[in-house]
């Protein structure tokens, strides 16, 4: 019976270390998130009358920007503003709005409220549809 006891014991107690263990594990790795504007001032940005802007935030040192910004550049229409705010040209649009990752594309509507964001790169296909989804929905 003592050795049953003992048994039993050494269980529990591999049991409580066990979940003790598990508990003190630190949390899995997490990526990094770049942030967009919620909000921008229309007037910093090309045609600030047009209904929708998409604003590509690139970096002339950037491999993919120039590409982000061709397939954005087909969106342009008298409805939608496309503006390339270039790193090294416009400095201060990227530090005004924490701009950290490039490239980086806002859609942002009349009132500067940004609908949809893109980091890294888009296809067109992704960028079409954004621009389609946020002005069916307003």
């Not at 942030?35 to 935030?57: E, G, K, S, Y």
């Not at 920007?65 to 503006?83: I, P, Q, R």
Request: aromatic share 8%; glycine share 6%.
């Amino acid at each position: 019976m003592e050795r049953i006891a003992i048994v039993v014991a050494v269980v529990l107690l591999a049991g409580v270390l066990s979940f003790v263990m598990r508990r003190r594990r630190p949390d899995a790795p997490t990526q990094p998130t770049w942030m967009v504007p919620a909000q921008v001032d229309r007037n910093d940005f090309a045609n600030p009358t047009a209904p929708w802007l998409v604003a590509v935030f690139t970096s002339s040192t950037c491999g993919t920007c120039a590409g982000v910004f061709e397939k954005a550049k087909a969106l342009s229409s008298e409805v939608v503003a496309v503006d390339d705010v270039e790193f090294g040209a416009r400095r201060a649009e990227h530090l005004r709005y924490g701009i950290d990752a490039v490239p980086s594309v806002i859609v942002a509507d009349r009132d500067g409220v940004v609908r949809a964001s893109f980091v890294g790169p888009v296809t067109a296909a992704d960028l079409w549809a954004a621009v389609a989804e946020v002005r069916d929905a307003k």
